[in-house]
């Protein structure tokens, strides 16, 4: 299998794969697909025990199917970026569980574009939907992070989708954490210590004295 692939214990296929990488500083592009995938991993493991558990010993109920995808949006993204832009990655569990990245990431992006659940465009206000948007289900966000997920029920796909982002945020966290403890002194969160070349830019016309 390729890096960001790998098979659950229960034998269910997990991918993912990051369009953009805002975490440089902590995690290469190998490194943050391993953080994903393992993310994806402890989704395969409940997607799996949803699916096939007795409907007493699940709360949140049976899942219909032991597939889901999931469409994270860039925390770190102005809100200047469109969405198509603002994607920070994917993940897909199951064998059927690439024909609902269309449906999460519809999730994920009214989330981004909203400021709130997608839901509640859904069932309150449907003048927020425009055409073509999606009439079923919520998107999650979690301290900023936003994951639109589908493939199971509404409440379903909710659960699944707060856990992947809780999960997705503290291996991030954990990691710039450690980053803090051997560059302490640093102002920047940078590998090189520099600025982002926005935040230069930002100040680059003002005159030399």
């Known amino acids: 299998m390729a890096d960001g692939e790998a098979l659950s214990p229960d034998g269910l296929k997990v991918r993912v794969a990051h369009r953009r990488n805002p975490y440089g500083y902590v995690l290469d592009d190998a490194e943050l697909d391993a953080v994903l995938l393992a993310a994806g991993l402890r989704r395969a493991a ?4 949803h699916h096939t558990a007795d409907e007493t010993h ?4 049976t899942y219909p199917r032991a597939a889901m995808a999931f469409v ?3 925390a770190t993204a102005g809100p200047w970026e469109r969405n198509e832009e603002a994607v920070l990655g994917a993940v897909v569990i199951g064998d059927l569980g690439h024909t609902f990245l269309p449906n999460a990431a519809a999730k994920a992006g009214a989330h981004r574009r909203l400021g709130r659940t997608n839901g509640e465009a ?4 449907p003048h927020l939907l425009g055409a073509g948007g999606f009439r079923y289900g919520y998107s ?15 409440d379903q796909d909710l659960y699944e989708a707060a856990r992947l982002a809780a999960d997705f945020v503290d291996a991030v966290n954990a990691r710039h954490l450690s ?3 051997r560059h302490s002194a640093d102002i920047w969160a940078s590998r ?16 030399a004295s």
Not at 58 to 61: A, F, L, N, S, T
């Open 46 to 49: 409940s997607i799996w025990h």
């Open 58 to 61: 699940v709360p949140r109920g």
């Open 72 to 74: 994270l949006m860039d």
């Open 122 to 125: 859904v069932h309150v206000d």
């Open 140 to 154: 999650a966000q979690v301290r900023g992070q936003i994951v639109g997920a589908s493939g199971q029920s509404t």
């Open 179 to 181: 980053w803090e403890e």
């Open 192 to 207: 090189d210590g520099t600025p982002a070349a926005e935040y230069q830019a930002m100040i680059d016309w003002f005159p």
